[in-house]
């Protein structure tokens, strides 16, 4: 029952936490096209500004901060156009932003409108404006696109966020801790796990491979040493196990803010197994095994005074390794990681606005 509560506890932190690395949407409903003057004729460039403003908006945000999800179509509703219907379209799909608009078309211009709706305010937040000729069509699309981008980044923070991030990242984290562990399948007859603990190595990259307003992600790369303990179940005779691992972990990690991190990693392993057995009526013995396997993590970790100081964390580990039978067992540690070596943001930093 433990081990349940534990790993639910865990799953629910993770699903809270990754819940919150998405980039900020934004709803896009279809524009509504209108012909500003009579015997003016809607040309085919215009019936697509709804499909080559988004285009051209994921162009401007492109580290890819904003994700532009289209309405879908509702048969028999009109076009969005005021903010009521914009409410309801929020409610209905779950959106948290919709944008919509307005487009005239007349004999020499098209004028434009856009506005976007906050379903947390119940309001507007924000309209843009553009007039053009009916030739430079594409410009509107883009001057447009480049008010809502950067009107977005200032307004739900995300040109603060990027440049923290990217002015302390990277670095060397050494970490250590101790747990419980308990064999499964076939092991579990046999050893009672009683303690484990380990040392180890994580190496951050310079630069996430992706990050958003107020989230990162990245692999992380290490090292690590671990030591259980376990003796023999009552069926058995007396024996002692203790196994040493080496592992090599590829990590993904998740970083929701500055102090939150979800990992999922996987990692190659050699075991020794070093068993002593004391039978009723003959000599000692010990003997040491070892082979390779395959170790699975999963972890959380909180960073208490941001990502270059130093954090708790707690994992989940399963391993597999090729003994006769397959040696499995699952690991529950704590832990404690400092973070050394924290590059700075450079010219890098200056990229964003």
């Known amino acids: ?30 524009f509504a096209l209108v012909a500003a003057e009579s015997a ?46 914009a409410d309801r379209v929020a409610s209905l799909y779950g959106y948290e932003h919709v944008l919509y608009g307005r487009v005239a078309v007349g004999a020499s211009y098209v004028e434009s409108e856009l506005a976007l709706y906050s379903r947390e305010s119940q309001q507007v937040q924000k309209r843009f404006f553009s007039k053009v000729a009916r030739g430079e069509l594409s410009d509107a699309e883009s001057d447009l696109a480049a008010h809502l981008v ?23 984290i050494l970490l250590a801790g101790i747990g419980s562990w308990t064999a499964l399948g076939t092991w579990q007859s046999a050893v009672s796990g009683i303690a484990e603990s380990f040392i180890g190595v994580r190496v951050v990259p310079v630069a996430p ?13 290490g090292c690590e040493l671990r030591y259980g303990f376990g003796m023999n179940a009552p069926s058995v005779v007396i024996s002692r196990v203790n196994g040493f691992d080496l592992l090599l972990p590829v990590e993904l990690c998740l970083e929701p803010d500055r102090h939150r991190l979800v990992s999922f990693g996987i990692s190659p ?25 395959i170790c699975g993590i999963a972890g959380y970790e909180y960073w208490f005074r941001g990502r270059s100081q130093f ?25 404690g990681s400092i973070r050394i070596g924290v590059a700075n943001g450079g010219n890098d930093a200056g990229k964003n606005p």
């Open 1 to 30: 029952m433990k081990i349940s509560i534990v790993t639910v506890y865990a799953a629910v932190s993770w699903l809270m936490a990754i819940r919150n690395v998405w980039p900020v949407d934004i709803a896009v409903a279809p």
């Open 40 to 85: 003016v004729e809607v040309g085919t460039e215009e019936t697509r500004f709804t499909e080559a403003f988004v285009r051209r908006a994921r162009e401007q945000d492109s580290d890819g901060l904003l994700s532009f999800v289209s309405v879908p179509t509702e048969p028999g509703k009109r076009t969005v156009s005021t903010a009521a219907e």
């Open 150 to 172: 950067r009107y977005a980044y200032d307004a739900f923070g995300i040109s603060k966020h990027i440049r923290e991030y990217r002015t302390d990242f990277g670095g060397i």
């Open 209 to 221: 491979f992706r990050r958003g307003a107020d989230w990162m992600s990245y692999f992380r790369f």
């Open 269 to 293: 392993a050699l075991c020794l197994l070093h068993v002593y057995q004391q039978t009723l009526y003959a000599q000692p013995t010990a003997g040491l095994s070892g082979a390779f396997g």
């Open 311 to 335: 954090a708790l964390g707690t994992r989940v580990a399963i391993s597999a390794v090729l003994f006769h039978p397959t040696f499995l067992h699952l690991s529950l540690d704590v832990y």
